[in-house]
């Protein structure tokens, strides 16, 4: 945006807001603001309008948190830091140069605007009521800091110094302060910022005049007044600020003429002591020193320096009128007044040609500027047709890559699902496979149940039949051989009878437990506790809850063959002295832990091992989607561990629980 369009658009925004009304439209055009210029005019207008009442202003404050701390916004915070400051509200700038300097760290710890933020609280801290001499100094060095990692000008340590030279102001150790503010004057030394040299150098001139050696003072006199004479604009004696360091005239009219002394003693000077001969003479005139005074002015006249013109020049000669026109020597008055006017004039012609010529180079850059602003137009234009053609290109790769990838990620995701039908097909295939697995294994066992079921019945009611059938007749015959009584024939013969009779039974309930269908599977595992106790091993069986038992007679025989298969192999093998049987149900399924204290076995050996007892085992224990573990070692017995979850049975299509 040019100059005249920023302006331009500050005044059009300025005006569309009320400028008697609310806060909040001055909020909101901040929050639109789009240049450092539009925002500095509009938080003028809030101060305006607020003062130093902070509570006014605080809405403004509190929006100001919530957008985002880019240059604008910290520039902003310092700003009106520096209103409340001026306006000697230091509480109020302290806050919010502190809440400025917290938002520039969190942008970035070496923020180059925190320079300004640490440099103004030092300022704050040694201007408290009570003087936090530490703080400030703090400060200092962390502004410090920040010119270094910034890289910022050397002579930027001039206000670093200075704010030391105030601090030890405050606490009236003016030897220190002065070291400091000499410090701070020799980094601005050959400086091209005139404003922050005159400031420093001002401030030094009033401490060498106060606290310092004459000679001091005479130096930077001298530097003062090259120091002004070197501005772009001519300037009075009486704008140079010297006069009002003097309060005593003659003290004055000593260094003057001290100072003129030496300029005059240069055998080829450099500057014109003119400025101080003006001076000299004004404090003569005061004192009635009337040819003094006409002396100095005589001595500016013919200063080859000023080369015969200049302001300093005309100035001496209406000097020159005014001093003989109070001697009363008119004849001498109207000769010097002549020869003002005629310089006035000759100025003035000089100023005029310049003036022209300022305008005829003025007009020529006007010129070379249009041309530029041409160029750069069709540079931009070219540049913007430029730009167009590679957007379309761009347009058109971007479009060319979505097809592409919308293609490639089509063809990816049905090859996805291929490969995912192919995985639940195959799952289906295994499931299959399982099921018809469990299919045959119920039709194996259901098979082998019914041929021992046929198996018992024959014996039961063939063998065991004709067996009580023998003893009958055996019996019938007893009192017509009294003779085989005498030979025990017949006890033992009756024994063995009762024996075989006993163990066809036996047989048969082992084969089909008929106490499940009386009792359940309850009342089979204790009738299998008395069969082995009867067998030689005292047994111990433990059964908890068995009312959530979930189990149809089918699947409670499997389980009721599993444990007799488990126990027999304790009976036979394990040489134990003792058996524990314990069955726990709950309402997800059952457990049942086998224990003897017997032999012990490899367990290794046993998972290799290829007996029909481990297998039928094994089988139905898989059938029923239980686990099995063995915990075994030689000479410490034997543990065995079943679980059966009831959701397995339940998969496998088991019928209401009894």
């Known amino acids: 945006m040019s100059k005249y369009g920023t302006f331009a658009f500050i005044f059009f925004t300025l005006i569309s807001i009320d400028l008697s009304g609310q806060l909040d439209s001055l909020i ?48 902003t915070y310092y700003s009106l830091g520096n209103y409340y400051f001026r306006k000697g509200s230091i509480l109020d700038a302290k806050e919010i140069y502190l809440n400025g300097m917290n938002r520039a760290r969190h942008v970035n710890v070496n923020h180059k605007s925190l320079f300004n933020f640490y440099s ?16 400030a100094f703090y400060y200092i060095s962390e502004s410090e800091k920040i010119i270094k990692y910034q890289e910022m000008d050397e002579e930027t340590y001039w206000k670093s110094n200075y704010n030391r030279y105030l601090i030890y102001i405050a606490l009236k150790n003016f030897e220190k302060a002065d070291e400091y503010l000499i410090k701070s004057y020799n980094y601005l030394k050959n400086s091209a910022n005139r404003m922050n040299k005159g400031f420093v150098l001002h401030t030094l001139l009033e401490a060498t005049k106060n606290r310092g050696s004459k000679a001091q003072f005479q130096k930077y006199l001298d530097e003062y007044i090259l120091f002004k004479k070197a501005g772009n604009v001519e300037l009075d ?58 002396e100095q002015y005589i001595n500016i006249v013919n200063d080859p320096i000023l080369k015969g013109h200049g302001l300093a020049l005309r100035n001496a000669h209406f000097s020159l009128y005014e001093a003989y026109k109070k001697k009363k020597q008119p004849s001498e008055a109207y000769k010097w007044i002549e020869k003002y006017i005629a310089l006035e004039d000759s100025m003035s012609n000089e100023a005029f040609k310049s003036q022209v010529a300022e305008y005829e180079v003025k007009y020529q850059t006007k ?54 039908d192919n995985e639940i097909r195959e799952q289906k295939i295994k499931e299959l496979e399982n099921t018809n697995k469990l299919l045959s294994l119920n039709s194996v066992i259901e098979g082998q149940e019914a041929e021992r079921l046929r198996i018992a019945q ?26 085989l009584e005498n030979m025990n024939i017949y006890a033992k013969t009756n024994k063995l009878i009762d024996e075989a009779c006993i163990e066809v039974r036996r047989i048969a309930h082992d084969m089909v437990p008929y106490s499940i269908k009386i009792a359940g599977l309850k009342g089979a595992l204790e009738d299998l506790k008395e069969s082995i106790q009867a067998r030689g091993l005292p047994c111990e069986l433990e059964i908890f809850k068995a009312d959530l038992l979930q189990l149809n007679e089918q699947h409670s025989n499997m389980l009721y063959r599993i444990i007799q298969e488990v126990t027999n192999n304790a009976v036979k093998h394990a040489q134990a002295t003792k058996l524990f049987v314990q069955l726990v149900c709950h309402e997800k399924g059952l457990n049942v832990l086998i224990e003897d204290n017997g032999k012990g076995f490899d367990i290794n050996h046993l998972l290799t091992s290829t007996g029909m007892g481990l297998k039928s085992i094994d089988s139905r224990i898989s059938y029923l989607g239980g686990k099995i573990n063995y915990d075994s070692s030689f000479g410490h017995g034997t543990t065995v561990n079943i679980e059966i979850p009831y959701s397995t049975i339940d998969s496998n299509k088991i019928s209401d629980p009894i």
């Open 120 to 135: 103004s609280l030092s300022n704050v801290y040694h201007m408290s009521n009570i003087v936090k001499a530490d703080s």
């Open 28 to 75: 909101n055009a901040f929050k639109d603001a789009s240049t450092p210029e539009v925002s500095a005019a509009i938080v003028n207008k809030m101060t305006e309008k607020c003062g130093v009442d902070f509570e006014c202003i605080r809405p403004f404050y509190v929006a100001l948190h919530e957008l985002k701390a880019d240059d604008r916004i910290l520039n």
């Open 367 to 420: 010129e070379k500027e249009n041309q530029l602003i041409k160029q750069e137009l069709e540079l931009k234009n070219a540049s913007l047709r430029t730009r167009t053609l590679w957007a379309v290109l761009s347009g058109l790769c971007l479009i060319f890559f979505i097809i592409g990838f919308l293609y490639f990620r089509n063809v990816r995701f049905k090859t996805q699902m291929m490969l995912k």
């Open 458 to 483: 024959d014996l039961h009611d063939g063998l065991g039949g004709l067996l009580t059938t023998v003893k009958a007749h055996f019996q019938s015959i007893q009192k017509e051989i009294h003779q």
């Open 237 to 294: 004696v009486n704008h140079m600020g010297i006069l009002d360091l003097f309060t005593d005239k003659e003290e004055a009219k000593k260094l003057l003429e001290e100072s003129i002394r030496r300029v005059e003693n240069i055998t080829e000077p450099s500057d014109s002591p003119d400025a101080r001969r003006i001076e000299l003479a004004e404090i003569y005139n005061e004192d009635g020193e009337i040819d003094k005074a006409i």
